[in-house]
């Protein structure tokens, strides 16, 4: 039997086969793996052709993942109120600041971040995959931020969808605290955690595996362990492929949770062409010294300038580890259970030679992240944030002599004022949808990091 792009097996390999759907609102696969299709497509040979509209990248990159799995036309919509909603005519244009170093700026959209590209997707397809089911979806969400803004953008006042965002408390921006707290839709919780991301994403994944919280409909989760979510990253490595004329670069990635820097792998696989792939991480460097030393070890996280960043147990380095191992969902297995156990796992040598030749790994610290943001005020005169910064770090040490090198912009600076005011002496002009903020009154509910705490919070709210 051939494979599918359109049927989904778990990185765990001890779950059903599912279709889109079934991923899509589900989230985390029942064995506790995560969604992978059984197969990558291929891009046709033009994809990456000058010229091509983002909404017609995106119709080519994602219809192979959904086959039939939602009603005709879902892909369709879910893609014009995308583009709709973003507020330049390239959505995500690629802008050059020097010779060969090229900035992607993917923060245009509803909540000034690039989580919107892929959030803005994912409620448009769960709307159309409940109402052909007639179901109802409980989505839960860790952020550090970004994701939590760009969910309750999304997902608010939705009819047959309710959302919870943990985010941890006082460790987050006051903007993405703002963009999650002022939403006043009663189909939304915001639950203040007190701890750091980490603790969040532990709080959502134990909550998934509460069979009990399933019997008022379907549970899952809107992070980018949700494949949906992540195949939605994947356009915007094509739409640039396009406007480079469809040359080879270096992709260049700010990451905490490896969802966009997998979602650029994954595109690579079906197709786009790459020199390679680079993770800049703050100096929450569990990904790094993984992909250098060989040990994959949980620390507590560090604030950063660049919170949504500050991540070490990243989830989406098990789609890296499943498809580093040649899909052996016994060795990720093993793996991610040895990690859980005892917060540290080392590497074999085999799969550390096959991590390395999928993506290198770099930590940016603080006093670096600061002084690139300074960098690119003085040479380019352009304010960037601090994530962004993270990645130029990264981008501008790499030869550029066998091709182009994209750093990924991931949010507007106003998100992330007061950094950048601290390194600059300026306030960062804030786009309207930050100005709209303004002091409307924020919601939210502060809860210890323990799953029983969790647990009640999500009970009163579903009642």
């Known amino acids: 039997m051939s494979l599918r792009p359109d049927l989904y097996v778990s990185t765990r390999g001890q779950a059903p086969v599912a279709d889109f759907a079934e991923a899509l609102l589900r989230g985390m696969a029942p064995d506790g793996g995560l969604y992978m299709p059984q197969a990558w497509p291929r891009l046709s040979p033009d994809a990456a052709r000058p010229g091509r509209a983002y909404a017609e990248i995106a119709a080519e990159v994602l219809t192979p993942f959904i086959g039939d799995a939602l009603p005709d036309g879902a892909l369709d919509a879910a893609i014009g109120r995308l583009v709709a909603g973003f507020d330049h005519p390239a959505t995500t244009p690629l802008v050059e600041v020097e010779d060969g170093l090229y900035v992607l700026e993917l923060f245009h959209g509803p909540t000034a971040a690039f989580k919107d ?5 994912a409620a448009s397809l769960a709307d159309a995959a409940l109402a052909a089911s007639g179901e109802r979806l409980t989505l839960l969400t860790a952020t550090s931020g970004d994701t939590g803004a760009a969910a309750v953008a999304a997902f608010a006042g939705a009819e047959r969808i309710r959302l919870i965002v943990l985010h941890p408390l006082d460790r987050v921006s006051p903007v993405q605290r703002k963009q999650m707290t002022t939403v006043a839709a009663d189909n939304v919780l915001n639950l203040a955690v007190r701890g750091d991301f980490d603790d969040c994403q532990r709080l959502v994944k134990a909550l998934l595996g509460q069979e009990s919280l399933r019997a008022q409909g379907r549970l899952s989760s809107v992070n980018s362990i949700n494949w949906a979510r992540l195949a939605g990253q994947i356009p915007y490595y094509v739409s640039a492929a396009s406007q480079l004329g ?13 969802g966009d820097a997998f979602a650029g792998i994954a ?19 569990a990904l790094a010294r993984a992909i250098n030393d060989g040990l994959y070890e949980r620390r507590g996280a560090v604030e950063t300038g660049s919170v949504s960043m500050d991540v070490q147990a990243p989830s989406n380095f098990e789609r890296l580890v ?14 991610f259970e040895t990690f859980a156990r005892d917060s540290r796992v080392r590497l074999d040598d085999d799969l550390l030679a096959a991590l390395r030749a999928e993506v290198t790994a770099v930590s940016v610290d603080e006093a670096a992240t600061r002084t690139e943001i300074a960098h690119a005020h003085a040479q380019w005169s352009r304010v960037v944030c601090p994530h962004t910064a993270v990645a130029l770090s990264a981008a501008r040490r790499i030869d550029r002599s ?21 390194v ?21 509910t502060v809860i210890d990091p323990t799953e029983a705490a969790a647990l009640d919070a999500v009970r009163a709210f579903s009642a």
Request: aromatic share 6%; no cysteine; charged share 15%.
């Open 117 to 121: 590209l892929a959030m803005q997707l």
């Open 267 to 285: 595109a690579a696989k079906m197709g786009l062409p790459a020199n390679g792939f680079v993770a800049a991480v703050n100096s929450n460097d």
């Open 402 to 422: 066998n091709g182009p090198v994209v750093a990924l912009s991931t949010a507007h600076p106003s998100k992330f004022g007061g950094f950048v005011s601290g």
């Open 246 to 258: 469809g040359r080879a670069a270096t992709w260049v990635v700010p990451t905490g949770n490896f």
């Open 424 to 444: 600059l002496g300026i306030a960062p002009e804030p786009v309207p949808v930050v100005r709209a903020l303004g002091d409307r009154p924020e919601r939210m």
């Open 322 to 335: 499943f498809e580093a191992s040649g899909r052996d969902a016994a060795a990720t297995r093993a793996v």
